[in-house]
């Protein structure tokens, strides 16, 4: 088993998909460990993608990711970064595969409605970042 950090983005939760990303990543036997909606201060947004910093898009990507509450989760499943990933899709919506969630729902590359944890490094790090004060088995 493993355990991985998903974010529902702004755009996500103002087009009221917060329970459709919820529901796919149930039906696909992941378990909910843990979930808060907040809105991110910009020291904590430039905390969770400060390996973005310096980019082109990064300001915009702040600007976005503070704009309005998020829904933040932790989510246990085997392999559950990596399922977690290909559940989400692709970045850009031109590649994003019909069947994910960006490929489903998504039509701008910065409002891809979802963020999920790309390595065991970064799921234990966000994990951290969004909940400090719940302890996992994984994390000692
Ligand atoms: O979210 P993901 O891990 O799939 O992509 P990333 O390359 O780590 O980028 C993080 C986020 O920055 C993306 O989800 C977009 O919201 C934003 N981004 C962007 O707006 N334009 C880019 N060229 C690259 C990333
Ligand atoms: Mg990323």
């Given amino acids: 088993m493993e355990k991985t950090f998903i974010m529902v983005k702004p755009d996500g939760m103002r087009r009221k998909l917060a329970g459709e990303v919820i529901k796919r990543l149930e039906a696909k036997g992941f378990q909910l460990l843990a979930a808060r909606v907040l809105s991110m201060s910009r020291d904590m947004a430039s905390e969770h993608y400060k390996e973005h910093q310096g980019q082109d898009f990064y300001a915009g990507l702040i600007k976005h990711i503070t704009s309005g509450p998020v829904l933040a989760m932790v989510w246990q499943a085997p ?15 031109l590649k994003a595969a019909v069947g994910t969630i960006r490929g ?9 409605l979802v963020h999920a944890a790309d390595s065991p490094e970064a799921a234990a790090r966000e994990i951290e970042l969004f909940f400090p004060d719940v302890k996992y088995d994984s994390k000692e």
């Fill in 104 to 112: 489903d729902y998504a039509s701008i590359s910065a409002e891809n």
């Fill in 79 to 93: 392999d559950a970064i990596e399922v977690a990933r290909l559940l989400v899709g692709h970045r850009n919506p």
